[in-house]
């Protein structure tokens, strides 16, 4: 299957910092990538779904500011998390589909575990 | 919520037992897939059914999806502890969003 790269694969950060985590499709085009969030031994939560060359839409109560999203390319999706609090420490976690083909499998990177202390 | 629900929640069975797993969704979809989670890692897809297509076979995998409930279950034969893991559905709308389900963490005893 296809492969998509999630950088880092975890941070630790102070309070009030920013992080960036990436998202990279390696050897596939992806129109739409999507952010979830997942908190441990829950399920994942979709943030937002992020297009390529256009605004991210945001999941109703996920803070637009907080969680920057750039999809600049039709290959990298970045989530920026600003500011960071303790309370944003969360295991979060890209996908990526395809824009060609009748597929609508989506491939999910493996995942960025942030700690913000 | 955008959630769908899974149970049960919690799953264990011995070795060489099948599994079964429910899952609901709450809106029309255009498929739903199955994906599989090792505890603090990524997703592995599994398998997708068509929201025109009833049942799906894939090796030990067994998938039905009944679009008049709104709900699929996840059949595992002849389970192996290497199937140990937490197990999600996730629906796509039309909308093209995938909303996971709650999730059923299932432990498969040698």
């Known amino acids: 299957g296809a492969v998509v790269s999630q950088h880092p694969s975890w941070v630790i950060c102070k309070s009030g910092t920013s992080v960036k985590i990436e998202c990279r499709s390696l050897?596939?085009?992806?129109?739409?990538m999507f952010w979830y969030r997942q908190f441990p031994k829950q399920s994942l939560m979709l943030m937002a779904t992020?297009?390529?060359?256009?605004?991210?839409?945001?999941e109703q109560g996920v803070e637009k500011d907080k969680f920057l999203i750039n999809h600049a390319s039709l290959t990298l999706s970045t989530l920026t998390v600003t500011s960071a609090h303790p309370e944003d420490s969360s295991f979060y976690i890209c996908?990526?589909?395809?824009?060609?083909?009748?597929?609508?499998?989506?491939?999910f990177g493996q995942g960025t575990r942030l700690t913000v202390v | 919520s955008q959630q769908g629900e899974e149970d049960p929640q919690a799953l264990s069975i011995q070795e060489g037992e099948n599994a079964t797993m429910n899952c609901s969704y709450k809106?029309?979809?255009?498929?739903l897939q199955w994906y599989r989670q090792n505890s603090g890692r990524g997703l592995v897809h599994l398998i997708l059914?068509?929201?025109?297509?009833r049942e799906k076979h894939s090796g030990r995998l067994r998938v039905t999806l009944d679009t008049s409930k709104k709900s699929s279950s996840l059949l595992i034969t002849a389970s192996r502890a290497a199937d140990t893991a937490s197990y999600f559905c996730?629906?796509?709308?039309?909308?093209?969003?995938?909303?996971f389900g709650t999730g059923t963490r299932l432990t498969v005893i040698p």
């Open positions: 996908s990526a589909r395809e824009s060609t083909g009748s597929s609508t499998e989506a491939f």
């Open positions: 050897d596939f085009q992806a129109t739409t």
């Open positions: 992020s297009n390529e060359g256009s605004k991210a839409t945001y």
């Open positions: 809106t029309s979809i255009n498929n």
């Open positions: 059914i068509r929201s025109n297509e």
């Open positions: 996730a629906s796509l709308t039309g909308a093209n969003n995938l909303f």
